[in-house]
């Protein structure tokens, strides 16, 4: 069931002088399609356990398996094969390419794994109106509103067979109104399968959640069911 599984999970920054416990032994599966937020005090190490997941980074101690793949010691080219092809990223800066359209930014990933340029963006323009932005690839990323500019970046985290969007703080730079349309959008990707893991400050993010993973100190402070799971809401 647990698309990804984290056991005894470590990562300290620093040398004995000065050690930084940035996640000090977390333990948690989630499952397949499954809606987590991260939430927690600025410090409390949501983004570097994004980054563990991801791939971006590597444990110092514990075990990682994501999508039936262990990274405990998976060689460089491995992880980048499998954050190609099977993790996207969302941050909290809209980081779309300015000189490339929406479409060819959105079309990156898949050009980037092997796929003809033709085809990337046949993809790309589906990926484009599975968020609401159909007719909008043309455009430049300053030829279009924040939130539109961050659905594109959910467009180019997804585009392909990739089943997991790790996002860290997607709404921060949004105001509320866009942020949760950007939650909403989130939610839909998760019910059509994708799983979904989002760090945020922002409590009513919560609710989109199947369960809330509160860090604290790079630990593990409680877990709660959100508003979003099975049991709380009808589908
Ligand atoms: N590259 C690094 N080198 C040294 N310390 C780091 C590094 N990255 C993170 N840290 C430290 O690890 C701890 C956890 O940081 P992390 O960014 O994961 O927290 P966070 O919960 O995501 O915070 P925020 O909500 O502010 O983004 C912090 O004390 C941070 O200063």
Redesign the pocket.
Known sequence: MAGIRISGVRRT??DSGSK?H??NGVDLEIADGEFIALM????????????LIGGLDRPTAGRLEVLGTDLTGLPEEQLAALRLTSVGFVFQELNLLPELTLRENVALPLEGAGVPRVEAVRRAEEALGRVGLAGLGPRFPDEVSGGQQQRAAIARAVVGERRLLLA??PTGALDSATGTQVMQLLRELCDSGVTVVV?T?NPANAQYADRVVR?RD?RIDGITTGASSTAGRSR
């Open positions: 920054y620093g930084v940035a996640v927690g005090a600025s410090g409390s190490g949501k983004t570097t356990l994004l980054n860290d703080e760090s400050h860090m790079g």
